[in-house]
């Protein structure tokens, strides 16, 4: 998806060339759906861990190229600005003791990000928003080097003629900035999990992860504090809508539907439908010429996806075998607070989505008018969070978690074939007891500001501490 393109600026006959290749791989990709070309391979998981460079005293530090470098690694890789970088695991099968194989895989590839960031005398964190960070800081100078960042800036600019950006939040206070660049998006840093499905099934899990979505938010809050304000329990899914706000089209609703939202509605018959509203209903971003490749590689329909951020998105790739394959990405959670938290955040993740694939009705039940209004209830107030949930009726989300939806967790996956004592550790331990606490990363900041005052340096110097120990968040003091 951040795969670096040959030029920053593009013409007019190259959008259209694109255009027309697009439209081509994307009948190329109609014709697999309906020959249910794809493989039915046996799934595969894996995640993407966004993360930020700061100095000793924990202020963003803008790095990332000299950090990489000294790094050299295939797997952890540059992201948008100079304070970030990006984990990458390696692909696992589902089942078995796959989560507990990619918590050590992760960890591993921190303790080298950890070595790199000494060598630089810097410290590396995961964390949705990070609270020391500035507006000053958010210049055009700060950008990753290259041309993909860059001319997606302005295409994003120019789409909107010239208007600046608003990030306008309204939580427990009120935020309003105006910037003229996308760079705020590397201020929303996210744990993105893989999860290949079946083409018979892709439909439900897609609608289920659109339900899930209300409490994986709650859940994996992280992103309390933007520029010393305290907005959401979530903040970073506003940040991230607003700080590359493109409107496409109108939905089916009449409201313009964004380049980044939960969708523009439920998936009817297949996964194909996004392909389509991508093809026509988003305009395009970064028209990148592949010449001589086969068409089949869909290497324009892949480019023009990556530049549509829905929250759960569709990803086409190849199983080992080079037959095509169909798997979600679901992009909600923050990253961190720890690397056991993000693993527990994964596992509840794809249990979420077998658990709601299989419930009768449940996109009769859940409207996704009311699906979206709850994701944005839970954005904002976290484990707090009151929902409207099955036969119409508004009830605590925590209360569900605890009341149905955990243990129905803990089945699914152990019915998947995953281990039965990683099961009960990541979605009892890690995941259970942080719903009990209410301690989420976001609600551990929160009570650090409530006891000690909005010391956000002494904050992060304890954050840090507490997520070096790989401690799940439900147990760290202050």
């Known amino acids: 998806m951040g795969d670096e393109i040959s030029s920053q600026i593009f013409d007019e006959d190259c959008e259209h060339r694109f255009h027309q290749r697009l439209r081509e791989e994307t009948k190329i990709l109609s ?66 003791n796959a ?29 949705g928003t990070l609270p020391t960070l500035r507006d000053y800081m958010l210049s055009m100078d700060y950008l990753t080097p290259g041309n993909r960042y860059t001319a997606l800036n302005e295409k994003v600019m120019a789409s909107r003629g010239g208007r600046p950006l608003t990030l306008d939040i309204e ?12 760079i705020t998006e590397c201020a929303a840093t996210s744990l993105q999990i893989h999860y290949g499905v079946p083409l018979n099934e892709a439909k439900a899990y897609y609608n289920a992860s659109i339900v899930g979505s209300t409490f994986m938010a709650a859940v994996g809050a992280n992103s309390p504090y933007f520029f010393g304000h305290d907005l959401w329990a979530e903040s970073r899914v506003k940040i991230f809508e607003q700080s590359v706000e493109s409107f496409s089209y109108r939905g089916g609703r009449g409201d313009y539907v964004t380049r980044v939202s939960l969708g523009s509605g439920y998936v009817h018959d297949s996964l194909f439908e996004l392909f389509l509203e991508n093809l026509d209903g988003h305009p395009i971003l970064l028209p990148e010429l592949f010449e001589g ?98 036969e119409g009726k508004e009830r605590s989300l925590s209360d569900i978690l605890r009341q149905e939806l955990l243990s129905l967790c803990n089945e699914a996956l152990i019915k ?29 900041q929160r009570r650090f500001v409530r006891e000690k005052g909005m010391r956000f340096q002494e904050m992060l110097e304890s954050y840090s501490r507490w997520q070096n120990t790989n401690l799940p968040v439900y147990t760290w003091g202050l």
């Not at 194989?101 to 995961?126: F, M, N, R, T």
């Not at 998947?416 to 989420?440: H, L, M």
């Open 31 to 96: 014709r697999w759906f309906k020959e249910e070309s794809f493989s039915q391979k046996e799934s595969l998981c894996g995640l993407e861990l966004e993360g930020w460079l700061t100095t000793k005293d924990f202020i963003p530090a803008p790095s990332a190229p000299e950090f990489l470098k000294t790094l050299n690694h295939d797997l952890i890789v540059p992201e948008i600005s100079r304070y970030n970088f990006e984990i990458n695991s390696l692909p696992l099968k589902s089942g078995g």
């Open 99 to 127: 989560f507990f194989q990619l918590e050590e895989q992760i960890l591993e590839l921190w303790q080298k990000v950890s070595q790199a960031a000494a060598a630089h005398d810097l410290i590396p964190l995961l964390i």
């Open 171 to 182: 939580g427990k206070e009120a935020l309003y900035f105006k910037q003229d660049s996308v």
């Open 293 to 390: 490749r086969n068409p089949e590689d869909l290497c324009h329909l892949k480019l023009q996806n990556g530049t549509i951020w829905r929250w759960n998105r569709p990803l086409v790739g190849v199983d080992s075998e080079g037959r095509p394959s169909l798997r979600l990405e679901f992009r909600v959670p923050s990253a961190g607070p720890t690397i056991v938290d993000s693993i527990g955040n994964l596992a509840f993740q794809i249990a979420l989505v077998e658990v709601l694939k299989d419930i009768p009705n449940l996109t009769n039940e859940i409207p996704f008018e009311v699906a979206n209004t709850n994701f944005y209830s839970a954005c904002k107030d976290g484990l707090a969070a009151k929902i409207i949930w099955r």
């Open 416 to 444: 998947k074939g995953y281990c039965e004592r990683d099961v009960s550790r990541y979605i009892y331990e890690v995941i259970g007891k942080r719903v009990e606490s209410g301690q989420n990363g976001s609600e551990w």
